[in-house]
């Protein structure tokens, strides 16, 4: 059986055909089971990314099949309840067995979408997390970066992850997560500045990850500043990344000030290439990653392919390789990938011309018809990442979907709603 996104567990027949068509609507895979037993068959079967399970069933209510997970073990993606009659009571007691979230019935479109949406995004920091950071490598460089982190990790300071663009900040901010204790990352970026104070709340003795920070605006900049002033007395750890030290525009580099309050403790996260002589142990947990996270089967690579990757730059890095290593395995034939398929696949990336390479813009139109191309090709870029699913294209992109669908038809940029979209907004 094919793997799914998500696993739906309910009685009510009506409940879980709702759902389904929802979901599916919005380009999720969806499995259905009616009962405990059917849910246990099927999250061996299909192992779900997430499982949306109803506290009342008949023969095994949904609390116990929890128990029931955790106890074995098997309680490996986000699990969130829903019921239309379940006290405070049984939402706590979910929560500290396991459950990441609790929906109330009948379920509002936009929460059901939202709590999925992070659920999914939840499940796949817990298995990249699962890459712990010895994984990375043994090279000299990665012994300095964990030598660098040894002492980091028992401070309580604010931390600034340095690095190139596709480092693996968030791979390295999980460094520092005591075992159970919260983390938390804004939905959208907005929410620094317009609810900084219940960030804080959420991340009480745990760590508030901020992303990189160097692509924010001078407003989200100062949001994080009154963060940090407020963060030792609600005891959160602060982390924020930076792939741009200097030479970037104006509201894509830290503010001197916000940068003084995040120098205590700087950490400098290596460039790829400079670890050439890990790359077939990286190639290799990246297969098992995407094995695990994507149901994508694993691929050998030839010693020629490796040979290839070795020599490569990575201007990416981490999130270059891993989108080259998941496209070779997808297109593998033979269940092998050759220096031929490696070299295509990287060829393709050289053979940009200069401009392109270096931003891909002709910075002798005017500045109006920059802005406009530069909107464009994002919002483009987006919607094919998405699979042109817009309601993920919204929460990615930080806008809602009303505002999106106008900036879009500004752009000219064609576009379909789904009628799970179009109800979101009414």
Partial sequence: MRSSDILIVDDEIGIRDLLSEILQDEGYT???????????????????AMVLLDIWMP????????????????????????????????????????????????????????????????????AASGLSLDKLGNSPSVQELNQALEPAIKQNKPVLLTGERGSPFGLVARYFQKNGSPWVEPGKTEHIVDI???????????????????????????GIAFLLSKAERSNVRIICASSRQNGAAENQVIDSKLQEA?????????????????????????????????????????????????????PGNFEQLRGVVKSLALGAEGGEVDEQAVGAVLGKMNRAPV?????????????????????????????VQESHNMSRVAQKVGLERTHLYRKLKQLGINFSRRRGDKGADE
């Fill in 355 to 383: 401009s392109e390479m270096v931003g891909g813009f002709n910075f002798n139109m005017p500045l109006r018809e920059l802005r406009e191309e530069l909107e464009r090709r994002y919002f483009e870029y987006h919607i």
């Fill in 30 to 48: 969806v499995t259905l089971a009616e009962n405990a037993e059917e849910a246990r068959q099927l999250r061996h079967q299909t192992r779900p």
């Fill in 59 to 126: 023969d095994c209510d949904g609390i116990t099949l929890l128990k029931e997970w955790a106890k074995n073990g098997q309680l490996t993606m986000p699990v969130v309840m829903m019921s239309g009659h379940a006290s405070i009571d049984t939402a706590v007691e979910a929560t500290r067995i396991g459950a990441l979230d609790f929906l109330e019935k009948p379920i509002a479109l936009q929460k059901l979408l939202s709590t999925v949406d992070r659920a999914l995004k939840y499940g796949e920091m817990q």
């Fill in 196 to 222: 900084p104070m219940e960030l804080l709340q959420k991340a009480a003795g745990g760590i508030l990850y901020l992303g990189d920070i160097s692509e924010y605006s001078k407003s989200l900049q100062q």
């Fill in 262 to 314: 995040l120098s205590a403790c700087v950490i400098k996260i290596p460039p790829l290439r400079s670890q050439p002589d890990d790359m077939a142990f990286l190639v290799e947990q990246i297969l098992s990653e995407l094995a695990e996270t994507q149901k994508i089967t694993p691929v050998r690579f030839s010693t020629a392919a490796l040979d290839i990757l070795r020599q490569y730059d990575w």
